[in-house]
């Protein structure tokens, strides 16, 4: 089956129709032609993020790279700001030390769009990557959204200011008070909210006295407008106005902007039932996105029962409190920056803050820490969780940064291993580093802890840093009595000492490795110890022997991680043989395993060894498109490649450059380096070549004008009532627009026109 084209980007498409801001846009749209550095700054709530994504996806297609939106909101350490762009770049942090030199590495030939969205809470650290990175990578411009500027060199700042508000004159006709980009906003979302809102002469000078009154503050607005399904726009207005009076001592002076927002959210929580109230304010202990499972578990009490937790939280997504969201199957639930503000405000005042922190840490703490023996038998599922759930992970760990909590940390750093190993290795190294500084824990939370700091140092070829956490790990598993731990840890210093080339030592650690009887982690490890360091000996005999009884044990137990490495340490050793039919079924399984649990030091090892694999079998063109693949991933997380390894690939490619000439090898790594990494995997695993979109199979010919903006519109989810007020024409001609929109592409629905206009290769 074919791999669908995968889109250069990371932008979700917008939920919900975008009004307005004309000005706003041609002005930021300019800039970014002039400078490669733009911030829009405005207050919470101004919709400076959904001008962002506007702009992004606009102009995200005349980027080579595409456009990448960095969420930072949920960030809290100006340590990670790094490791946030990283994820949302889709590299990984998993053998570079330091974040920036991995990120710079990448984007020094990149042409993309960069969005750094939420950044007032961390400044410096922002100001700091982002000048960095200006000056490393010509082609990458960066727009950024802040409370207030980064003031680095180079920057264009933009104010986003509230939407334009409607004249009060009374004579304004209903036909241009709809064109009001306020007026808009509020008519748009009382409609989805109620299912029936219209402006019309009866209800025309309450929406514009109401947009007024909310100062024409987009997030003001929207949660204004949601109670148009229990209250008239009259009710509303005069419930916000007496709330405001009492600010103002009675008359009309104007309050200031975030004084209005903060007014308008507590008119709208002052309407919610207790529970719902109660609920809210628990909510921004979350640091991240949340599930009804956590909510229960952290959120409830006897004032909200668990029972009761679901319609309550209903009731907050249905008045627009609490963002829903869809990620990889889970539904998930999110607050707004400035809603997640006001609830900690909220929390303060009920005096629940340390009660609800320290029931968010337990709960985290438990969880992960149940979950660690049995994550390696699941790891597909435990890895999505980890996913969802990892900045709130993160959240609890700093709350570990004391003296009296360094303990708590060590034990959550070390249970949550396979996300390090697979994920975040770098990271991993960088909390559990910080943790054992701090002291505290007894020799059992030390074995851990030093065994997985060293199994993370190996993962990153660095057999310097291993050494000396493995030796600790030995003494303290000795002394703690784990003979499960000293057996794995004794087998990781095995490898660490073949990595160092000292053969000798890693014979006498994988011999003093004694694995307990019905111990399956010790056997797999020694095990993996003996494969890799036959692979680095040259001992093919022994490495066979390792694999394939890691293989038998692992696949029983549903062992994904250790099945993958015995599947390719077997298939090395089958190819170097010169077996190459037995080798590739080996290689294809590990690759499917690794792209399974996205394991990328994996990945970029089996793209490497289906090059060699291609190579002796005489398809060289494929091989140098596999190479320039394994460099792509190999470079985007920041590794090295097996001293064994080398020989090998020097072997291949001399073979393919010979058989192809240098410049045609050349140009077939090229075009390797430019795959996707999921086109590489399909690339490898002999699956057809991703079809283009539909439209460019027709030939499509290009939309005049007025038909492009009619497209751009229906892919935003418009009827075609929405899109003549927009565009000032009739229903009548949008419906022919649309027409002849379905006859020039050959398409027969709004949904294809939608995917094409979302299509980068239209």
């Not at 809470?121 to 010509?138: N, Q």
């Amino acid at each position: 089956m074919a791999r669908p084209p995968r889109r250069s980007g990371n932008l979700q498409a917008e939920t919900t129709s975008f009004i307005g801001r004309r000005r706003e846009l041609a002005e930021v749209r300019k800039k970014l032609t002039e400078a490669r550095l733009v911030s829009l700054v405005g207050p919470g709530g101004v919709g400076k993020t959904r001008v962002a994504i506007r702009i992004a996806t606009d102009l995200g297609r005349g980027f080579p790279g595409g456009a990448w939106f960095v969420e930072l909101a949920e960030v809290r350490d100006p340590a990670l700001v790094g490791d946030a762009v990283i994820v949302a770049l889709d590299l990984r942090n998993q053998v570079v030390t330091d974040p920036l030199a991995l990120l710079l590495s990448y984007l020094r030939d990149k042409e993309l769009l960069l969005v750094m969205d939420n950044c007032e809470h961390l400044l410096e650290a922002t100001a700091r990557l982002v000048t960095e990175v200006m000056k490393a990578a010509p082609g990458v411009r960066v727009m950024v959204t802040s409370r207030e500027p980064l003031a680095v060199p180079g920057e264009h700042v933009v104010p986003i200011p509230p939407l334009e508000l409607p004249s009060t004159h009374v004579a304004t006709p209903l036909t241009q008070l709809r064109q009001n980009e306020a007026v808009m906003l509020f008519v748009e979302r009382a409609a989805a909210g109620s299912g029936r809102f219209e402006l019309a002469a009866a209800n025309q000078a309450s929406v514009v006295d109401l947009c007024r009154r909310l100062d024409g503050l987009p997030l003001a607005i929207e949660l204004a407008a949601v109670r148009t399904r229990v209250l008239t726009v009259e009710q509303i207005l005069d419930r916000l106005t007496d709330r405001f009076g009492l600010l103002t001592g009675g008359g009309r002076v104007a309050l200031p902007r975030q004084q209005t927002l903060r007014t308008t959210i507590d008119w709208s929580h002052d309407l919610l039932a207790a529970g719902e109230q109660t609920l809210l304010r628990r909510l921004c202990v979350f640091a991240g996105r949340f599930t009804l499972e956590d909510i229960e578990s952290v959120c409830t009490s006897g004032d909200v029962p668990a029972a009761h937790a679901l319609g309550f939280l209903s009731s907050l997504v249905d008045k627009s409190l609490v963002m829903k969201e869809d990620a990889k199957g889970f539904a998930s639930y999110h607050l707004h920056e400035t809603m997640r503000e006001y609830a900690r405000l909220k929390l303060r005042e009920a005096g629940e803050e340390e009660t609800v922190a320290r029931r968010c840490a337990e709960y985290y703490e438990s969880r992960c820490r149940r979950s660690a023996a049995e994550a390696r038998y699941r790891l597909v599922e435990w890895l999505e969780w980890m996913d969802l759930e990892i900045d709130n992970v993160r959240s609890v760990l700093r709350r570990c940064m004391t003296p009296e909590g360094s303990a708590r940390g060590i034990a959550l750093a070390y249970a949550l291993g396979w996300y390090w190993m697979t994920r975040a290795t770098s990271e991993g190294v960088r909390w559990l580093d910080e943790l054992l500084a701090r002291g505290g824990g007894d020799s059992r939370t030390h074995a851990k802890a030093y065994f997985m700091r060293g199994f993370l140092a190996v993962l990153q070829s660095d057999p310097v840093a291993a050494r000396p956490a493995l030796d600790r790990a030995v003494s303290a598993a000795r002394e703690a009595g784990l003979p499960s731990l000293l057996s794995q840890s004794l087998s990781l210093a095995s490898i660490a000492a073949s990595m160092a080339d000292d053969r000798a030592l890693a014979e006498r650690l994988a011999d003093a490795a004694q694995v307990p009887a019905k111990d399956l982690p010790a056997t797999l490890m020694s095990l993996q110890a003996r494969a890799l360091n036959g692979l680095f000996a040259g001992d093919l005999d022994v490495v066979r022997s390792a694999a394939r009884e890691g293989a038998r044990l692992s696949r029983e137990a549903g062992d994904l991680y250790s099945l993958g490495m015995m599947l390719m340490n077997l298939g090395l050793a089958t190819l170097i043989a010169g077996d190459l039919d037995g080798s590739e079924p080996l290689f294809a399984e590990a690759l499917r395993i690794a792209e399974q649990i996205d394991d990328r030091v994996a990945q970029h090892h089996l793209l490497y060894a289906s090059g060699c694999h291609a190579a002796s079998s005489g398809q060289a063109r494929l091989a140098a498109q596999l190479f320039g693949a394994a460099e792509t991933v190999r470079t985007s997380i920041g590794a090295s490649v097996m001293s064994f390894l080398g020989p090998l690939l020097a072997r291949a490619e001399n073979s393919a450059t010979a058989a192809l000439g240098a410049p045609r090898f050349e140009a077939e790594f090229a075009t390797g380096k430019h795959l996707s990494r999921d086109a590489a995997i399909g690339l490898a695993l002999g699956e057809p070549t991703p079809v283009a979109a539909a439209a460019d199979d027709v030939g499509a010919p290009p939309l005049g004008k007025r038909e492009a903006e009619v497209a751009r519109l229906i892919a935003e989810g418009l009827s075609n009532k929405q899109i003549g007020t927009r565009l000032f024409i009739s229903e009548h001609t949008v419906d022919s627009h649309v027409r002849s929109i379905l006859n020039k592409l050959g398409f027969n629905s709004r949904t294809q026109i939608a995917a094409w206009m979302a299509s980068p290769k239209r």
